[in-house]
T-cell receptor, first 111, second 116 residues
Framework: GESVGLHLPTLSVQEGDNSIINCAYS??????FIWYKQESGKGPQFIID?????DKRQGQRVTVLLNKTVKHLSLQIAATQPGDSAVYFC??????????FGPGTSLSVIP | KAGVTQTPRYLIKTRGQQVTLSCSPI?????VSWYQQTPGQGLQFLFE???????NKGNFPGRFSGRQFSNSRSEMNVSTLELGDSALYLC???????????????FGQGTRLTVV
């Protein structure tokens, strides 16, 4: 069935290094993609989004890349900090308003 | 301005009981969406209410229901609780109707429901 999945369930990075979190999606009708950050005991927090007519979008220390050919989405975090430790998950929205979320990747930053 | 408020934060119920969760959206927001989050399934859309009417619905059994009041506050009810209903229930508020994500939707901190 349709799904959004993450390749790595857990990721540990050294403080100051760059982090890359990946996501695969299967619905070619999806036209809007979002990355969320969820800290323990909190609700999801919007990080960055990208529409299907773009390949790359940059925010503050974060970059999202979209490869429609292989249906792949990635989140890059530059100079990872301890405050970046959280669960990150992707989400897609189809043109007919169906929303699918990935299961999440836990990012742990080693000081 | 105040964010999305969900009450209670934690809840423990017994199988077979029913439960009601509450969500107060951001002031001025008229749409409330509900989600279930479990370790195995991730976030799944339950339903969305706008102007006191259910506008969108996910693939959950009829035991899951909701309503919205004239002040846009929403409640979610789960009847005949099962162990598998243990989850974090999140609501998100949006200004207008429809299923919104990203910058258009703001999540609450959730209600952690444990069914024993």
């Amino acid at each position: 069935g349709e799904s959004v999945g993450l390749h790595l369930p857990t990721l540990s990075v050294q403080e100051g290094d760059n982090s890359i979190i990946n996501c695969a999606y299967s619905n070619s009708a999806s036209d809007y993609f979002i990355w969320y950050k969820q800290e323990s005991g909190k609700g999801p927090q919007f990080i960055i989004d990208i529409r299907s007519n773009m390949d790359k979008r940059q925010g503050q220390r974060v970059t999202v890349l979209l490869n429609k050919t292989v249906k792949h989405l990635s989140l890059q975090i530059a100079a990872t900090q301890p405050g970046d430790s959280a669960v990150y998950f992707c989400a897609e929205k189809t043109s007919y308003d169906k929303v699918i979320f990935g299961p999440g990747t836990s990012l742990s930053v080693i000081p | 301005k105040a964010g999305v408020t969900q009450t209670p934060r934690y809840l423990i119920k017994t199988r077979g009981q029913q439960v009601t969760l509450s969500c107060s959206p951001i002031s001025g927001h008229r749409s409330v969406s509900w989600y279930q989050q479990t370790p195995g399934q991730g976030l799944q859309f339950l339903f969305e209410y706008f102007s006191e009417t259910q506008r969108n619905k996910g693939n959950f059994p009829g035991r899951f229901s909701g309503r919205q009041f004239s002040n846009s506050r929403s409640e979610m009810n789960v009847s005949t609780l099962e162990l598998g209903d243990s989850a974090l229930y999140l609501c998100a508020s949006s200004l207008v109707g429809g299923v919104h994500l990203g910058t258009e939707a703001f999540f609450g901190q959730g209600t952690r429901l444990t069914v024993v």
